[in-house]
């Protein structure tokens, strides 16, 4: 069995979605896939990925990403009912969203966000990100500042749903979540008006988790900046798809991670 990764996908792009539907039939039936968030805010769209995925590979693994959690135009007022909901829509589609025990390996998904713990939620980030006019918390985060503290706890709610999976014991563990889990793994030639991005890229709190856990290789998306670094012993691997036009830092191909 091979072990592959891709994420940011974006299928809501012609080109992507024509280069997932057309992945081979035959090629990956006793591999795995590892999907790292963000296949489409679209309800339709997330479902024919999970049904084209299933028919290429063996296993396929996903966690949500941001933009799956946008609720605007959708029939979703929250973007935790739309966690949940597509978590079930993914195992109903036969795609793990828990852990995978194999004779080798265990593959573990991880939940999170970004908590400003990257750098400050400033007035750029204000006006310009989306996920602030995109999302919705409901009640539960309603009282906190819409920017710095609710993005906090939103994160801090998504890491308690991994504690259970943190005790796993296994020769060898591949962990994946969306976001970042140290701002190092970007590379030091981000030009300067992108690295006003970072405070949005995840959360060091991510990488406390993956240190308990163990895990040999870690996988992420968001960035859209392809990377494979070693940083105090574990793998840092991100394989994302991206936009159409990001051709330079996009590999736009399945990365082989290990091969049982």
């Not at 079930?88 to 939940?111: D, F, N, R, W």
């Amino acid at each position: 069995m091979r072990i592959f990764t891709t994420s940011d996908i974006h299928i809501d792009f012609k080109p992507n979605r024509e280069w997932m539907i057309h992945l081979s039939r035959e090629d990956y039936q006793q591999d795995c896939l590892i999907l790292a968030g963000d296949i489409s805010d679209k309800e339709e769209y997330l479902q024919l990925c999970f049904s084209t995925l299933v028919k290429v590979f063996k296993h396929v693994l996903f966690v949500p990403g941001n933009h799956d959690l946008w609720v605007k135009k959708t029939r979703w007022n929250n973007s935790l009912d739309k966690f949940y909901a597509i978590n079930q829509m993914a195992e109903h589609a036969g795609i793990q969203t828990s852990p995978l025990h194999l004779p080798q390996v265990s593959i573990i998904p991880l939940y999170s966000w970004y908590d400003f713990s990257f750098g400050p939620c400033d007035e750029y980030l204000q006006q310009r990100w989306m996920d602030f006019i995109h999302c919705e918390w409901g009640d539960s985060f309603a009282e906190l500042n819409p920017y710095q503290e609710q993005a906090a706890a939103i994160n801090d709610f998504f890491l308690s749903l991994n504690e259970s999976r943190l005790s796993v014991q296994a020769d060898k563990i591949i962990s994946f979540s969306h976001f970042l889990p140290r701002i190092d793994v970007m590379p030091h030639y981000i030009p300067e008006i992108h690295q006003k991005l970072y405070p949005i890229l995840g959360t060091e709190k991510l990488d406390q988790q993956i240190q308990k856990l163990g895990s040999a290789c870690h996988i992420y998306g968001h960035s859209h900046v392809n990377r494979d670094v070693e940083l105090d012993g574990i793998r840092y691997v991100n394989n994302a798809f991206g936009y159409p036009a990001e051709q330079r830092i996009s590999r736009k191909q399945l990365l082989l991670i290990d091969e049982l």
